[in-house]
């Protein structure tokens, strides 16, 4: 009699801890269950967006992501991305931030066909006035993106672009709305060779900006650099103004 009960203890024990376990355990097996086959650790990819309109670079709108090495589902990683220069094209850069540590992705431009470029401008360089036209589509994407990667960690990203890619980043920041829209991703940026033309410092708020100019570009590295003269901002002096700070450093033996 003693032994039927320890046995029917025992049954009772394993039930109860079945009933306990099983509830906790299926969603985090479903949860890894349809995580899309692409997202594995130091896996790089692409996200093909047919719908979206010929980019500047008269390509195909995809978006490059690199995932993190040490990648797995019960933790947040933020976005590193890149914007390449002249025509955009996308170039994820796993050199500049942690791959470990960020998802790595790079997105195409476009231009605002409507906008009519002062005279003495590129024809394809990135001003505020294509910001709503790049943000249209990268919204797009970067739901696509968060669609498949359920644990991207929001706002604490970092936004790096050169020349014209840089101008993009400066497009975002100078408006109202857009810069509302970029900072839920990115809260820090790297403006390299670029971003040259505001429209409004008002809402930078408090995203830190890193601009870097080479040794060897083609304009003075100076405070007064020609570029922002010419594009009619004054930028320096407005960023004294407006009362937010900027620390620079020299470097010497860059392009």
Not at 153 to 179: E, P, R, V, W, Y
Not at 186 to 193: D, K, N, S, T, V
Request: charged content about 20%; hydrophobic content about 45%; aromatic content about 10%.
């Amino acid at each position: 009699m003693l032994k039927k009960m320890i046995r029917m203890n025992a049954w009772g024990m394993t039930v109860l801890l079945f009933m306990t376990v099983v509830p906790w355990i299926c969603p985090v097996l479903a949860e890894e269950a349809k995580l899309d086959p692409r997202i594995k650790p130091n896996a790089t990819f692409m996200l093909e967006f047919p719908d979206l309109p010929t980019t500047l670079g008269k390509q195909s709108a995809v978006m490059q992501v690199h995932i993190p090495a040490d990648y797995t589902t019960d933790k947040k990683y933020p976005l590193f991305l890149w914007l390449g220069g002249a025509e955009g094209n996308p170039t994820i850069r796993t050199d500049i931030a942690d791959p470990a540590r960020y998802i790595c992705i790079s997105m195409p431009l476009w231009l605002n066909s409507k906008f009519s470029r002062p005279s003495w401008a590129n024809p394809i360089q990135i001003f505020p006035e294509d910001g709503e036209i790049i943000w249209s589509a990268w919204k797009v994407m970067l739901a696509k993106l968060e669609q498949i990667i359920p644990n991207v960690q929001m706002g604490t990203g970092i936004a790096g672009g050169f020349s014209n890619g840089a101008h993009a980043i400066a497009a975002f920041l100078s408006d109202k709305a857009l810069s509302r829209h970029f900072q839920s991703y990115f809260g820090a940026c790297i403006l390299w060779e670029g971003g040259i033309a505001w429209t409004s410092l008002d809402f930078i708020g408090d995203t830190p900006l890193l601009f870097v100019v080479g040794e060897k570009s083609d304009g003075d590295e100076s405070m007064a650099h020609p570029k922002f003269e010419i594009a009619g901002k004054d930028m320096y002096p407005k960023i004294f103004a407006s009362g937010l700070t900027m620390q620079r450093s020299n470097s010497t033996g860059l392009s």
